[in-house]
């Protein structure tokens, strides 16, 4: 069985909706792509790290998921990291209202040995160091996979690119893809993106889908049409973790694969957004998530 | 053969973009449609109002592109349409410089008897009024596709949902869709909008392509990629039109035609973006238009 690493934040969040306020709700960039990673049945290893304050609840719905944690840090007397945001009417517009990295701050995580050979990588957001570490600690992998976000290239551009070399793929947003590369069009932004070292370039662009780049390829997947829209955070890592989990199941990293791949990735996202924090994620079953990738394929088809 | 009725605005337009401003150039939903719909090779009708004003050599390449100008009414001494718009640095902005409705205020076209029969009747931006006038003069028709804008929502929304009631399939952009229903949804909105009585609603979502939605069916469209977007003007009516002219050239309108013609609408309004007016269209060949719609199959497929 093929195993996915994923590296990124464990959170506890606030998030206000026109419809509801939830307040440290488990969240983060490595539990939402773990979770989704965990559904397709291969290994999940998990590298964060959390406080003394991060509540028994989520560290036993995170081992029900059988995400191996030997990787999840536990600060004794430390924080963990907050965060809040604000969503708007339509959700097309976010205002983080609070960031507190707390113990993310001196995290400088050292990959367990039996972690050191996982085939399929994904650094979710990160600090851009961090990310470059985890990459230098790992044996060999088949895929690495990084996202990133606007805070990172206004603030850590240098480090980010010296990541971004090492990658295979790097998945972002649009407006990211433009703040990154400087270009307003975003086929423009996607071949600067590979020229700066990944192979392929995918970009969310949030309820329009995603699109992925190589020198000779262009797929482009809509995104799930929802009419339930409860809290959209936790979508783009949700994708990325479908994507990757996907990928790992199959053991393949072809152009096909790449691209079912990305179509899962958008399945698992539609689950994420109906409810907050990993809420809808507990109940969903891998049926589900095939009926909901069969209708995409025929949404797709003429 | 089957013919395409097209019923729209020919316009003298002065665009300016961040690179480049044209003056009075030949413009206008019913000139851009027909042009689309003319690659197709099928009869396709016009009819409009236009001043003395308007260039000969203008009248003279809707002729080459062998559309039937019988229902293009000159009048004596009236000035054309005219419209000004600009554009901010990613075109995802368009401010109206000036709209001079001129000779339209007063157009209450008749439909020549040679054209009562046309089986495909496309109603592309125009009063709603004269759209419903349009219908009812109609002999029959196989096809009722009518298009809209925000302005006669605001201003004659009576008369718009008058006119929607009878029409096979509305097509309008994304923003007007929520403006249409009071939806932010766009899921929702097109729901809202098969209730006033279209069998099919189609969502133009300019750079992130369209969607097509009915009571059974889901259609996700991507625009073709470019790099080299020169002026956006019109490319909404170029779908329509290349989508109709499609479907008259196969005289069918199963839900897998409808895909086609969404894709052959797509790629038609790629081409027009590439110059300012109809300029690209000039020189586009069929076997262009079948080279990027083989681009956008591979684009889908997964």
């Known amino acids: 069985m093929m195993g996915v690493l994923v590296v990124g934040t464990v959170t506890l969040d606030t998030v206000e909706t026109p419809q509801k306020r939830v307040e440290d709700v488990l969240g983060g960039s490595g539990t939402y792509a773990a979770v989704a990673a965990s559904f397709f049945g291969n290994p999940v290893r998990l590298i964060g790290v959390v406080g003394t304050d991060f509540p028994q609840e989520y560290t036993d719905f995170l081992q029900i998921r059988s995400i191996d944690l030997e990787g999840l840090t ?41 972690y050191k050979e996982t085939p399929y990588l994904f650094l979710a957001n990160d600090p851009p160091q961090l990310q470059l570490s985890i990459i230098e600690q790992a044996s060999n992998p088949k895929l690495v996979v990084c996202d990133t976000m606007d805070f990172w290239i206004h603030e850590e551009r240098e480090a980010l690119e010296k990541t971004i070399e090492r990658v295979d793929i790097l998945i972002l947003n649009d407006s990211e893809a433009k703040l990154l590369t400087g270009e307003s069009n975003l086929l423009n932004a996607a071949r600067a993106i590979l020229r700066k070292g990944p192979q392929r370039v ?9 699109i992925s780049i190589t020198e000779s390829s262009f797929f482009s997947a809509p995104a799930y049409p929802l009419t339930s829209v409860v809290d959209p955070t936790g979508a783009g890592d949700s994708f990325a973790g479908g994507f990757m989990g996907y990928l790992a199941s199959v053991g393949d990293v072809s152009e096909g694969s ?10 698992v996202a539609s689950f994420n957004i109906e409810d907050f924090s990993i809420n809808r994620q507990k109940s969903v079953q891998f049926d589900e998530i095939e009926a909901r990738y069969r209708e995409l394929q025929d949404a797709m088809r003429f």
């Open 258 to 267: 790449i691209r079912k791949a990305m179509m899962y990735g958008t399945v």
């Open 74 to 114: 536990r600060v004794e007397n430390g924080k963990t990291f907050r965060w809040g945001g604000k969503y708007a009417e339509d959700f097309n517009v976010r205002d983080t209202l609070f960031t507190e990295l707390n113990v993310v701050t001196d995290f400088h995580p050292v990959l367990p040995d039996a």
């Open 202 to 210: 995918i970009i969310k662009k949030g309820e329009h889908g995603a």
